[in-house]
């Protein structure tokens, strides 16, 4: 089969491996039918991060089911699914407490192969999401929406739930990629009623706004905050959502913030230098971190995209095939495209 490899920065490669085998009973192998590029994708691609060469990549997709280990019971061969990047077993302490992004039963060593023809996908029996009926019956728009649910829409929706964004909240986003837009998506579906975007880009704006944004900031950094400050009357937000990782935007995200309101961080960290006692000093929590994908997508995701309520898949404003792959990595880090859509297999 074909998948993407890592070959050094800058440089994807598309080569013939060996297609995935059944190793666990708890296991399931996933025929593709769309994958994505993401924004961490782009720490190792531009060399900011290591990732060793000739390793399988990509953690996003949406397929179909093709062979079950004898354990799996909770979906069966030709299920249209979501295909997390996280993967619960649905019953470890921390997959019972809402948190499968941590789940304790995960296998060691980097997530890949979601970028290729199949994959082979562990703790299958809980973690994978079965969306109803089969790709065909889903339009282009749908599908796309969908496959946001395996990461970027659930990873936004992740730093809202952390920053426990209520009905009537004032909430700044920092950061305009697809995280950050879907934390738009995310602010607005928890009833927020102020949403202010901080972007430096026309075409992000203007998608931000779309998806329920009320005010744009463009500056960054100290006058970024002031402008938040200047549109609250001096109070600040009441939840943050952080979407970046570095030290810049987690710095930011807590200044804007009111005295007892929390940032919700899923931003990749690249934090070298935070200065804790700027929280202790505000009153101002911080959590959040790795998306509880299979929770959100079953709580109230899937059936958000299904009913129409949000459409995520608008993120994606290029498309590629499997064999354009390296363009599809281009195109993000040139920001040519806010999100690159990779077909792999005919629905």
């Not at 296991?27 to 531009?46: E, N, P």
């Not at 009111?258 to 230098?273: D, K, M, S, W, Y």
């Not at 949000?310 to 040139?334: C, H, R, S």
């Amino acid at each position: 089969m074909r998948a993407a490899v890592f070959v050094e920065p800058g440089k994807i490669g598309l080569e013939e491996v060996p297609k995935p085998t059944i190793k666990k009973p708890t296991d399931a192998i996933i025929k593709i039918v769309q994958t994505c590029v993401c924004g961490s994708d782009l720490w190792w691609y531009r060399g900011l991060s290591s990732r060793k060469k000739k390793s399988l990549i990509g953690h996003e997709a949406i397929g179909v089911v093709t062979e079950l280990g004898n354990e799996v019971k909770q979906v069966k061969v030709g299920d249209f699914v979501i295909v997390p990047f996280t993967h619960g077993c649905g019953y470890c302490a921390n997959c019972l407490a809402g948190f499968d992004g941590n789940c304790l039963n995960q296998e060691a060593g980097p997530n890949g192969g979601y970028q290729g023809e199949y994959l082979r996908y562990y703790n299958a029996n809980w973690g994978l999401v079965k969306i109803p009926g089969k790709p065909k019956d889903y339009s282009q728009e749908q599908l796309n929406s969908l496959l946001t649910l395996a990461d970027v829409m659930a990873t936004g929706y992740h730093a809202a739930y952390s920053a426990q964004v209520q009905p009537g909240d004032t909430v700044a986003v920092v950061g305009d990629g697809a995280v950050g837009l879907c934390g738009v998506i995310s602010a607005k579906l928890r009833g927020a009623k102020r949403i202010i975007a901080m972007s430096r880009h026309e075409d992000r704006q203007r998608l931000a706004k779309e998806f329920g944004a009320t005010d744009i900031v463009c500056e960054r950094g100290e006058a970024g905050v002031a402008k938040v400050m200047t549109l609250t009357n001096g109070t600040g937000v009441d939840a943050a959502l952080e979407c970046v990782g570095t030290d810049l935007a987690i710095e930011t995200a807590s200044q804007v913030c009111r005295a007892g309101a929390i940032v919700g961080r899923v931003g990749l960290p690249q934090v070298t230098n935070l200065d804790t006692a700027k929280l202790f000093n505000n009153n101002v929590g911080l959590r959040g971190g790795i998306a509880a994908v299979t929770t959100h997508d079953r709580k109230i995701l899937l059936d958000a995209v299904l009913t129409g309520k949000i459409n995520p898949g608008k993120v994606f404003t290029k498309v590629f095939t499997l064999d354009q792959i390296q363009a599809a990595y281009e195109a993000m880090d040139k920001r040519l495209a806010i999100k690159s859509l990779v077909k792999v297999a005919d629905c």
